[in-house]
């Protein structure tokens, strides 16, 4: 497997971008967004997942990006949006070069990486953020992994979350608040997303993936959402717990986006359902 630190133009020197890939021919990617509040990108939710997914024949990306313990101006929103969208579209204009299928990349974040990855999710096609990187074909992810996602940062028991990506302490505006909540956002441009969360979870209460899924499901994108009835918070990997089974799930409902779309539409349940009771 090649292992490489890629060297892109981020404002910030501490951001890094580094690939795993395994070898194989037009494979699919991820770019894993690790979690750490904006504070840092914790380790655990960081190498051992993109190496996870590179063994599942992923090119697996690790975009280490600002947090408050690198640079606190540039964490502030959009700054590390905008690295996302950097990072993005060097995977895609290198595709050749790493040996991917250009449409096939999907977008990783566990916690506040999560809220990172879905907030660009559903940011992607702004010009005015990003038209100065790339054109939008080149940054929308083909789909969403989000760990127990933050998707609600206001909402949090305790998190600093707010004030790094706004750059200052509470109050907020309602004009911000509506701004970071990633389900108010959820819309046509959002890609398909499976959501994994563990119910007892003290840090980002379930709640939050909840909420998202509603929106999801609300809007009609594809999506599944999976809650594990025992566990806590910023696991990883899960070894050891119910929510280590995250990682096949995941990969089974990209390769069941791919081979079946069909399946995640209501008509086509619909027409399942009354083929076997014969209406």
Known sequence: MLTRKLRLPFADPAVRLTAWVPDGVNKPAVLVLPGGGYRLCAPLEGAPIAKRFANY???AFLLEYST???DPDAVRFPGPLRQVALALAHVRTHAAEF???PARVTLFGASAGAHLAASFGNRWQETGTFGDIAAPELLRPEALVLLYPAAEPDSLPETRMPEAIYG?????SPMEVYNARVPLHVGPQTPPTVIFH???DPSVPMENSLRLFHALQSHGIPSELHVFGSGEHAYGLGTGTPAAAWPELAVRFLEELR???ARFDRKWAAGQRGKRHGE
């Open 57 to 59: 024949g992923y090119a």
């Open 68 to 70: 408050l313990s690198t």
């Open 99 to 101: 040996d991917i299928d």
């Open 168 to 172: 200052h302490p509470a109050p907020f």
């Open 198 to 200: 563990s119910a007892p």
């Open 259 to 261: 081979k079946y779309p």
